[in-house]
């Protein structure tokens, strides 16, 4: 049966990266994984990769849009009749210094990473409610934590994340519904291959572990909370840093 046997799992932004990494961690524990995410082509083949249609759904879905995400989450019901999983993963990077930060740079990282996760906090939370319980678990950031020059809208948004899974939890630990939040390190995905060597290496100096973090490595962490394992927790925060700025 695995760990999430006969459960099923929304993830946003779940066609590449930590998103990817932990549908296929919650597909080798027996969940069935329904995929939202901008890029379709992207989608298909993660849906192939975890095994077909049988598993696997993808969908595309603009997390800042709130009947994109009620029809990603709808999708999920039709498709294998359950919500016991919500993963607010889907996130971007809009990095400059503050002087040179535009608005928009801003408004897109603000309603794609705070405002997408409490979309997929409260119409997740509505149904799992009325279904007698579930897991919620939102990818904040190290970021989010200590502040980091680069990144006053990335650093707000992550923040908040936090904020918002704390009072979320508050409001519906009573209906069986927990939220916890994750933040994660340096992890090598898209979104870090991007950054410049000198900021990588930078970065690096700063790690105990004296390496950057896996996909999977943050997949197993989100595992333990969508789990039976974590019974007992919500509103909590895990770091998965390799023990940066600890
Ligand atoms: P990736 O860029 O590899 O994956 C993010 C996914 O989210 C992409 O497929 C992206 O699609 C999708 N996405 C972006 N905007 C939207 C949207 N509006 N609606 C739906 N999907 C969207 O990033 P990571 O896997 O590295 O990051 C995953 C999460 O982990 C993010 O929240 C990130 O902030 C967080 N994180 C990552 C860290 C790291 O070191 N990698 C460290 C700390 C936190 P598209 O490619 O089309 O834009």
């Not at 928009?104 to 799992?128: N, P, R, Y």
Request: net charge negative.
């Amino acid at each position: 049966m695995g760990l999430l046997g006969g459960k099923t799992a929304v993830i946003t932004g779940g066609a590449q990266g930590i998103g990817l990494a932990i549908a296929k961690r919650f597909v080798t524990e027996g969940a069935r994984v329904v995929l939202g995410d901008l890029d379709e082509d992207a989608l298909d083949v993660a849906v192939k990769e975890l095994g077909g249609a049988g598993v696997t759904r993808g969908l595309r879905c603009d997390v800042t849009e709130a009947e994109e995400m009620a029809a990603l989450l709808a999708g999920a019901l039709d498709a294998f009749g359950a919500l016991d999983i919500m993963v607010n993963n889907a996130g971007i990077t809009r990095d400059a210094t503050m002087r040179n930060m535009t608005e928009e740079q801003f408004d897109q990282v603000i309603a794609v990473h705070l405002k997408g996760c409490w979309l997929g906090t409260k119409q997740a939370s509505l149904i799992m409610r009325e279904r007698g319980g579930g897991s919620i678990v939102n990818i904040s950031s190290l970021s989010g934590k200590v502040g980091m020059i680069g990144q006053t809208n990335y650093s707000a948004a992550k923040a908040g994340i936090v904020g918002l899974s704390k009072a979320a939890a508050k409001e519906v630990a009573h209906a069986g519904v927990r939220v916890n939040a994750v933040q994660p390190g340096l992890i090598r995905t898209a979104m870090t291959e991007a950054m410049p060597q000198k900021a990588w290496d930078q970065k690096m100096s700063e790690i105990p572990m004296g390496r950057a973090g896996e996909p999977d490595e943050v997949a197993k962490v989100v595992l333990f909370y969508a789990s039976d394992l974590s019974s007992y927790m919500t509103g909590t925060v895990a770091e998965v840093t390799g023990g940066r700025l600890i």
